[in-house]
């Protein structure tokens, strides 16, 4: 009796030892077939939209196939329990029947969560935001670090992490989908001519696409759309470059840069807000004299 019980407990564990094994091996494999998947996937898009850059068709399929991945996982490893439990002599029909009443009383209880699920599908179906996107959701910005089935994760400038179910989302604004843009704003005096001011930032400009650097992240000529308005103290001329996704920050500081550079040897003059101090009636001027010593 006792032997057959230990010979029982020994077979059962090595079942479960096999079960666990044959889990890891799938996974594995889940994980080998779908970076095949994704490596196919982005040599067809390549070859059907030659006009999209790398960073695109990888954020795009990176996002998707995430997705996909935790899903498979997620089945092997049920999978796997439900083996486990009938390995060691658990009745796992009893439990499906349970699963599938729960099942439904959780559904009621949970339209929340499956609006989420629902409107994260439609969030990658139509290819709203994808994993590596700066965006602004619902009023707020920053990086876009998960996509997952219930929940976007944003992180913004000074590292707050930000959650989102997908069900409650109103608004996305993808800030580098495709292409992005840096638009700038140039205030000058009154004084200057505005003609020489746009033909030093078209110089600069030229610059700043030479540069090995920064050359490469350009898109298109700047776009120099005239004067703006009309300041407290300044004439405003208004301007964009197009860059490559995640790039307009960087080049647009390199711009500012070397604008300010080629305005000051141009002595083209950028204004400042000046204060004047003014005492009342009541104060008696400053008498300011100066004495040189001989």
Excluded at 142 to 152: A, W
């Amino acid at each position: 009796m006792t032997e057959d019980f230990l010979l029982t407990i020994a077979s059962s564990a090595m079942q479960l030892v096999l079960v666990f094994i044959l889990a890891v091996v799938l996974l594995r494999v889940v994980k080998f077939v779908i970076d095949r998947w994704k490596e196919r996937l982005t040599a067809k898009r390549s070859a059907a939209h030659p006009d999209e850059t790398d960073m695109e068709k990888e954020k795009r399929l990176e996002t998707i196939t995430n997705l996909v991945k935790k899903g498979l996982n997620i089945l092997v490893i049920c999978v796997a329990i439900l083996v486990g439990l009938q390995t060691v002599g658990v009745s796992i029909g009893p439990l499906l029947a349970s699963a599938g009443v729960l099942g439904l009383a959780v559904g009621f209880g949970a339209q929340n969560m499956v609006q989420d699920v629902i409107s994260g599908f439609f969030l990658l179906f139509e290819d709203q935001v994808r994993e590596g996107d700066v965006a602004v959701i619902n009023g707020q910005g920053g990086l876009v670090e998960q996509i997952n089935f219930r929940t976007i994760v944003l992180r913004d400038m000074s590292g707050t992490v930000h959650y989102f179910r997908n069900g409650s989302i109103n608004t996305v604004a993808n800030m580098t989908k495709g292409w992005s843009a840096m638009v700038f704003e140039i205030g000058v005096a009154y004084k200057e001519d505005l003609n020489k001011v746009m033909d030093v930032m078209k110089q600069s400009f030229d610059k700043l696409r030479s540069n090995d650097e920064f050359g490469q992240k350009i898109l298109e000529d700047i776009e120099i759309f005239g004067l703006d308005s009309f300041g407290d103290s300044a004439l405003v001329i208004k301007a964009r470059i197009k860059t490559t996704p995640l790039e307009q920050w960087a080049v647009g500081r390199e711009y500012r840069k070397i604008i300010k550079e080629d305005f000051d040897r141009e002595n083209i003059e950028i204004p400042f807000p000046h204060q004047s101090i003014y005492f009342g009636e009541a104060s008696a001027p400053f008498n300011v004299s100066i004495n040189k010593e001989a």
